[in-house]
């Protein structure tokens, strides 16, 4: 099939989407296809390719939550109306390797979702797929050692290239039917995660005392999350802008932005306190409210989790100024021992957002 031009929108944390999304445009630059890459850090603005009807749009992003992130959810809903072009959609999972044995990661509803959304803003899917990319959550385990990373990375390129290659020739490539049904069984896990989730893992990220104040991580972060704090010595605070992309933690020079697991176990026990209960039981003396107002405990839960994790973080960034209290921090994280992980031929200044090259 002919196409006159690919557009093809990424959003990247540690640079695996970012090097499937260069291979897709590879593919389509040697089939004399007119490619161009697309960093999503906002919404989307402009109709950035030719309204002739010849184009193919693009999206290739991680998995979070197992589902699609909110910027690229975001993203999409805020993209023009499609009128019938052409689009594919990848979804890059946390694949591992352990000894010789290669595992694969679990999309869930990561493409399909965004999948839906275009349809409905009527664009033609010809592609969806998961594909296996070194698993860089470092807040969780350690980075995979380089050989391994290597590996995985090797057998995602013939991948993305045979899915690329096949929309071209044509054909429509739909992958993933399993990975779609598991994750619907998950998707209130996927739901908890984008309301909730993703605010509560930004907030667990702190600096040690490793941090010289560069501010290489704020300057760099996609989503502008990052704000540095201090006059003679800066630090990074991570507001709630934060996606857990792990770009700051991948790539800092000196390993100094750690996940505070002891917080997380904090904020765990303080979270699931059962405050709407006491907040209606109090209220029920002055107004005809009851146990039985769902929607009404799902506000007082939701904003007190909020503010709890606010609250905690707040904390957290003003005490680990303290240098016995940064080292106890430090030293009660599992980050301090993982090994650091970006992608290996990704640069910073390769998914550096273009405002701040």
């Not at 975001?74 to 890059?92: I, N, Q, S």
């Not at 044995?101 to 999948?115: D, H």
């Not at 802008?241 to 800092?252: I, N, T, W």
């Amino acid at each position: 099939m002919q196409y006159s031009s690919c557009l093809i929108y990424f959003l990247t944390g540690t640079g695996n989407s970012y090097r499937a999304a260069t291979w897709m445009a590879a593919t389509h630059t040697n089939k004399g296809i007119n490619s161009k890459l697309y960093q999503i850090t906002k919404p989307h603005e402009d109709a950035d390719y030719e309204e002739n009807g010849k184009d193919i749009v693009g999206f290739v992003y991680p998995t979070h939550g197992f589902t699609a992130p909110w910027p690229v959810i975001r993203h999409t809903l805020h993209l023009p109306r499609g009128r019938g072009k052409h689009a594919f959609v990848v979804a890059t999972r946390a694949g591992t390797k352990i000894a010789a044995l290669p595992f694969p990661g679990f999309e869930g509803t990561a493409g399909y979702l965004v999948a839906l959304l275009l349809i409905l803003k009527g664009y033609t899917i010809r592609g969806v797929m998961g594909l296996d990319m070194p698993s860089n959550w470092m807040s969780l385990h350690w980075g995979l050692n380089p050989a391994n990373s290597r590996f995985i990375i090797g057998r995602a390129k013939i991948k993305a290239d045979s899915f690329a290659e096949r929309i071209l020739e044509g054909k429509r490539v739909f992958r993933g039917i399993l990975s779609l049904f598991l994750g619907l069984l998950l998707s209130p896990i996927s739901l908890a995660y984008l309301v909730i989730g993703r605010f509560f893992f930004a907030k667990l990220f702190f600096a040690s005392e490793s941090c010289t104040g560069c501010g290489l991580c704020a300057k760099s972060c996609p989503f502008e999350a990052i704000r540095m704090i201090g006059s003679r010595k800066p630090r990074p605070y991570w507001t709630f802008s934060c996606e857990s992309c792990m770009r700051c933690m991948g790539y800092c020079p000196n390993k100094a932005v750690e996940t505070s697991h002891s917080l997380a176990v904090l904020l765990y026990f303080l979270t699931t306190l059962p405050v709407s209960y006491y907040v209606l039981n109090g209220l029920s003396k002055f107004l005809p409210v009851g146990q039985d107002h769902f929607l009404l405990k799902t506000l007082i839960d939701y904003s007190y989790i909020i503010l709890i994790i606010f609250a905690a973080n707040l904390m957290l960034f003003w005490l680990i100024k303290i240098p016995l209290l940064n080292k106890l921090c430090t030293y009660t994280t599992l980050t301090h021992l993982y090994r650091r992980y970006h992608e290996p031929d990704t640069s910073l200044m390769d998914i550096r957002p273009e405002s701040k090259k």
